[in-house]
């Protein structure tokens, strides 16, 4: 069963434009939610991560928009560029130290 | 920022071969090391956590017997893949954390596996 559930499967944005990736969860109890970007052949990096009091969080050109009534979260990448291309992975982290991840989102930003 | 590293980067081996794959927190102790698998354009999932001088905790459906963990000191965990067989074939990840649950997770760059 999957405990985090990602949105779009793939993405393709123009440079310059808003990349928007979706994801939402069944459990209550998760209590922190990262995302990641990961390029091929690497590990996944920590991106930017929101804890459930907190309804957004911005650093630089990314910003977390968190709505814990209903359990839905979303990764914003202003102004895209084509570095951006990669995939990337929401989380929750629930009980016994889990990470639960989404099943990823490749993105493609085209110059 | 925290360094992970982990070796070998890629390594191809015969059927029935044992593999170890080594995880290491270069610049701070990590008190718990995950690792995952991920499975080309899938997402990681993860096969067991392992708190450093403590017996590793698997998940559901990973051979204990097939994957063995070890994580001896704060700063290296490895796991062996035993009788490696084609369907062990994957990229394997791993992560550290220092200190408790508020702290973020640090991933490796991962080990394809390729088992021939």
């Known amino acids: 069963q999957q405990q985090v559930k990602q949105s779009p499967q793939s993405l393709i944005v123009q440079k310059g434009g808003i990349s928007i990736i979706n994801c939402a969860y069944e459990?209550?109890?998760?209590?922190?939610f990262p995302w990641y970007q990961q390029f091929p052949g690497k590990g996944p990096a920590l991106l930017i991560a929101?804890?459930?009091?907190?309804s957004e969080k911005k650093e630089g050109r990314f910003t977390i928009s968190f709505n814990k009534s209903a359990k839905q979260f979303s990764l914003h990448i202003m102004d895209s560029q084509p570095g951006d291309s990669a995939t990337y992975f929401c989380?929750?982290?629930?009980?016994?130290?889990?990470?639960?991840f989404g099943t990823g989102t490749r993105l493609t930003v085209i110059p | 920022g925290a360094v992970v590293s982990q070796h070998p980067s890629r390594v191809i081996c015969k059927s029935g071969t044992s593999v170890k794959i080594e995880c290491r927190s270069l610049?701070?102790?990590?008190?718990?090391m995950f690792w995952y698998r991920q499975f080309p354009k899938k997402s990681l999932m993860l096969m067991a956590t392992?708190?450093?001088?403590?017996?590793?905790?698997?998940e559901q459906g990973v051979e204990k017997d097939k994957f063995l963990i070890n994580h001896a000191s704060l700063t290296l965990s490895t796991l062996t893949v035993t009788s490696a067989h084609p369907e062990d074939s994957s990229f394997y990840i791993c992560?550290?954390?220092?200190?408790?649950?508020?702290?973020?997770?640090?991933f490796g760059d991962g080990t394809r596996l390729s088992i021939l």
């Open positions: 392992s708190n450093e001088g403590s017996k590793a905790t698997y």
């Open positions: 610049d701070f102790q990590a008190t718990t």
């Open positions: 992560s550290a954390r220092a200190g408790g649950l508020n702290q973020p997770q640090h």
């Open positions: 459990n209550t109890a998760f209590d922190y």
């Open positions: 989380a929750a982290r629930g009980g016994a130290n889990n990470l639960f």
């Open positions: 929101i804890r459930p009091d907190v």
